[in-house]
Structures are given as structure tokens and as C-alpha cells.
Nanobody
Framework: QAQLLESGGGLVQAGDSLTLSCAASGRSFRSKNMAWFRQAPGKEREFVAGITWTGGSARYSDTVKDRVAISRGYAQDTMYLQMNSLKPEDTAVYYC?????????????????WGQGTQVTVSS
């Protein structure tokens, strides 16, 4: 069964850094565009960052673009999200997703594979 598994979440203080990982199993996701979404309680799931299947182009939400870097390691078939200068408003469940490789989409419906999420909590 094809799966995506997030890891690296936890409790941190404002201003700290954190790196999330998304590992593939069951099949390879090297040929798919991938992205990170997040969802806070009572809020709609929102796009955070995305990356092309080649790793040559990235797209970021305006709310995180100066603090976040997305990358992927093809040898390990893993995607990463490096987060710096974390803020309390970054608190959410972070999900990784994989979809078609035409372009990096900010729309959830364009991603057919999803992980179960990892919790990130930023205290003030």
C-alpha cells in the first residue's frame, strides 16, 4: 500500500526551528509533485509549501515564505520542511501530500496521496 508518513513534529518555543520529514513507503513518489499543508483547530486546511517532482521549483505561502524551506531527498524518497523563527500561529497539524507533476498546486483536490499528519505546537 502506498503511504506517506510525516515525522519531526513536537513542542517548541517561539523563535525555535524545526524540520519535518515525509517518507514514502509502498511505492515511489519521486515522479510526483509534493506539498505541505497544515490545519489548525477550527480552521481550514491551508497550503504551506510545494515542490516539483524534479525538485527544481518551489512555491510558498506568503505567510511562511521568509521562514520556511522545502526540499526533497531522492535517494531516501523523502520530503522535508525546514521551519525557522516559529510563531504560535504556526501551531497546527502538518500534512504531506503528493499529486500530479504538471505544476505545484495550492489546492487540496490536486493531491491524491496524503499522510496522517504530525502535530507542531509553538508556545509563546
Amino acid at each position: 500500500q502506498a503511504q506517506l508518513l510525516e515525522s519531526g513534529g513536537g513542542l517548541v518555543q517561539a523563535g525555535d526551528s524545526l524540520t519535518l520529514s515525509c517518507a514514502a513507503s509502498g511505492r515511489s513518489f519521486r515522479s510526483k509533485n509534493m506539498a505541505w499543508f497544515r490545519q489548525a483547530p477550527g480552521k481550514e486546511r491551508e497550503f504551506v509549501a510545494g515542490i516539483t517532482w524534479t525538485g527544481g521549483s518551489a512555491r510558498y505561502s506568503d505567510t511562511v515564505k521568509d521562514r520556511v524551506a522545502i526540499s526533497r531527498g531522492y535517494a531516501q524518497d523523502t520530503m522535508y520542511l525546514q521551519m525557522n523563527s516559529l510563531k504560535p500561529e504556526d501551531t497546527a497539524v502538518y500534512y504531506c501530500a503528493a499529486g500530479e507533476r504538471t505544476y505545484v498546486s495550492t489546492t487540496q483536490a490536486n493531491y491524491g496521496y496524503w499522510g496522517q499528519g504530525t502535530q507542531v505546537t509553538v508556545s509563546s
